[in-house]
């Protein structure tokens, strides 16, 4: 008996001098038992964590960064408060106005406004219920709880999700799709993406695993979950957040059976507000009034154009105040003719003034109040908004400002479209500019396709080729219905001039004129230029040496205004805006008969 015990042990031991010579020699059959048995072994220790709240969005998990005060005042006044940024989406916009204390929320066809104190205004009337409103850090947070209490909250869909004691507090929208994945039997839930990439990683780390005790070590984890349902959200790096029944929030490691399904939202229809129809393709010109208007009796036949746009109105001061130049005569002729009136206002195109006046509820309050009533008084049914060069920074300001207006001009059925730059750009200029959530406020979005190359571009170019404009239209309506776009053309070209540098070596120094139809006509005859063709461009080029300069020109005329306005049927848009009446040449408006065939 002692015999055969020996012999097994020595057999063991020599099984066991041999693997381990194995080992040492082959590194990838060692380090690979060595994680077979980190998977099999995996010690672990569930540790509570400090509970957050957790908004869920389209596109991913916000854990609020004032959650333990937040948490504090769920669970001694069993309250959800949520900061006002998340109430701007799509129909949904909101304000807090720092310096008078008032927040203004528009869902749809309602407004809210709350002050400090917690008094409240539905579409303009007192209401008994107090909105609780708290300063958290430098952000301004409502009551969901109070919220949900009015018409304006059931419109705009956030609710608390499955409350459990001490737990976490999770918020959904109604109208946002979820995607669900089926975790599988034993799945870790990390407290922090870090702390689960740290997993991982240790599990090919060869030092790490070298260290036979690290083997047994405890890994911290939220949570080991059964083989359930979770709302997910794919990470892309194998990870993913997740959300369960418990409100457990946290981190996993993605495996290939793990699909993704997503949940459509339980409410389809956006809270947008009601929309004006326009029966017929819009075709409309811009009248630019500087110092005084045109005389109408000198104003020409225009045959197809349907809407005029005077440049009337513009913001006078931060408070709201307008200045304007509307002129009685031109109003007649506008409705003797049968067109439809919707005058412009501006900003000034002055930044600074527009930023305190977007961040401020009276200011924008008295604006809007006097530009309808002005627009009602004289018989208007429409109101084009220019605002540009606009802070980025005030991009949802001014979303929240024109959404604003179109409540209240609609309450009085006018018309407002909105001009704005191609997506892309400067800040200022373009990036400034919510293009989707605009889309969806006002009736129409007037795009102004034109200024590819601008006055001051360092180098020569067209002012709106083909080409440009296709690609930026089509972007556009890939993101707005395209029959809320407006195609803006210019009736203008640059004449540029290229002198050669002085001061750094090959290089061109480069100014330009923009001029009307008449004076670039007038320009080709004097020197009688023999246009060339652009099939890219789908412009004219010519080109001439005059003194010191090479003089260039893309031109625009019928040819090449016909060819953009094709662009109107080739995308399904609703029509073309001429900037400006004034700049053409008579045969210009018979092109757009082509709109209505």
Known sequence: MKKTLTAVISILLIAVFLASAVLAVNLELNIKIRRKLSTMIRP??????????????ETGPIIDEQSKELMSIYETQGKVFLNVVHLNFDGVSSHYD????????????????????????????????????????????????????????????????????GGNVIIMNAYWPISEVTLNDGTWIFETHDALLERQKNDYEIDFLYRIGNLFNKTRILDESKRISVVAYDLGDDTLFIVDQSNTAGYVAKTDNMVLNTRPPEKT???????????????M???????????????PEMPYVNVVSPTWYELADSSGGITGKPSDDYIAWATGKSFHLWPLVSNAFDIDRTHDFLHDFFARKQFIEKLIEEAVLKGYEGINIDFENVYLADRDALT?????????????????????????????????????????????????????????????????SYDWVEKHMTALAEVVDSRKLVLGIPLYTRVWREYPAEDV??????????????????????????????????????????NDAQVKIWIENAVTIKEKAKLVDTLNLKGVATWRRGFETPDIWPVFKLLFD
């Not at 672990?44 to 969005?57: D, G, H, R, S, Y």
């Not at 720092?98 to 400090?116: D, F, M, P, R, Y």
């Not at 010109?285 to 104003?299: F, G």
């Not at 400067?426 to 959530?437: A, G, I, L, T």
Request: charged share 20%.
């Open 44 to 57: 672990f220790e569930i540790v509570a964590t400090a509970p957050k709240q957790i908004l869920l969005t």
């Open 98 to 165: 720092q310096k008078n204390k008032v927040l203004s929320i528009i869902a749809g066809e309602e407004h809210l406004t709350v002050t400090e104190s917690g008094v409240s205004t539905l579409n303009g009337e007192k209401i008994d219920i107090n909105v609780a409103l708290i300063n958290l850090g430098e952000a301004i947070y409502i009551s969901l709880d109070d919220l949900n209490r009015l018409s304006i909250g059931d419109k705009i869909g956030f609710s608390q999700v499955n409350a459990s004691q």
């Open 269 to 283: 229809q956006l809270p947008n507000a009601r929309h004006l129809s326009f029966s017929d393709p819009i075709v």
């Open 285 to 299: 010109t811009w009248e630019a009034v500087y110092s005084y208007n045109p005389d109408p009796k000198v104003l």
């Open 400 to 464: 929240h400002f024109v959404n604003e207006f179109v409540y209240y001009a609609h309450q009085k059925n006018l018309m407002v479209s909105m001009d704005v730059t191609v997506m892309g750009g400067s800040d200022n200029w373009s990036k400034c500019y919510d293009h989707p959530r605009l889309g969806k406020i006002v009736d129409f979005l007037v795009i102004m396709a034109y200024d590819e190359y601008w006055a001051s571009s360092p180098v020569s170019g067209p002012v709106a």
């Open 505 to 546: 070596a090959n290089k061109e120094r480069v100014k330009s004129t923009a001029i009307g139809m008449e004076a670039q006509n007038t320009l080709i005859e004097k020197y009688a230029l023999k246009p060339i063709w652009d099939e890219v461009d789908r412009l004219f080029y010519a080109t001439f040496f005059e």
